[in-house]
């Protein structure tokens, strides 16, 4: 399997400081390619988000170069989804130990995945998403918010929760819990699109918006991958979106890469 991969990030229209942060890697080994594609979200309320973020980015940029070639050595898809966890929950102490000496708060969400040997993980906290774009667009992660825990309890419907004041309260986060339980998913790394997100991106702009803006440009390379991020920040963007906005599209497909 081969991947093109398109990012978009932007301040948004109302905070000078971008607290979004992301990481994109490749490999090529025996079996293939491998991508991993990881994004956080620094949270807004707190002092120091944008540095939670780029630490967490960081760290997991410096496992692709030190600990990828062991994971290759053994095979085992479900021990990477593991150390990943690890590393989330070794994070979140040292980040809020970080917070604690220096009287200030700090955490993030993380959404990573990585594409291997015709499969997928996805490590996920918080209310980062990722998507599966084929002939539908569908939500593969859970948030883990206090609103979409109500929804799943019955308590609250899709609607209210997309207007409840409490829709960025957020259960799990990196750096800011006691600790942390992140969600694992694996799949198989069919052909088609994936999409990584920030909830700045995907607040005002619905997913039959996004649907039809990327499954276009999937079929015409990464040059409109781009052009379709862009145009979908801009929209959210005219539509008084106040947060961080990032994205990454991924397109994967079997054959050479045309990137």
Known sequence: MRYLVAAYTDAGILKEINQDSFVVRRAEYAGGEILMAAICDGMGGLSKGELASAVVIREFD????????SAL???D???VAADWVHKLEVLNIKLSRYGGS????????F??????GGEYIIVHVGDTRAYRIDTSIRQLTEDQTFV???VRNGNMTEQQAKNDSRRNILLQCVGACESVTPQV???RGEEGGYMLCSDGFRHNVSEEEMYTAFSAAFNSGKEAMNTALCDIGGLV???GERDNITALLIKAMQGENDD
């Open 185 to 187: 998913l694996f799949g």
């Open 111 to 116: 959404t990573g995945m990585l594409f291997i």
């Open 73 to 75: 050595t053994l095979h």
């Open 77 to 79: 898809i479900r021990a």
């Open 102 to 109: 220096n009287n200030c708060q700090l955490g993030t969400t």
């Open 148 to 150: 979409a825990r109500e």
């Open 237 to 239: 963007k005219a539509r």
């Open 62 to 69: 410096r496992w692709f170069d030190e600990k990828l070639p």
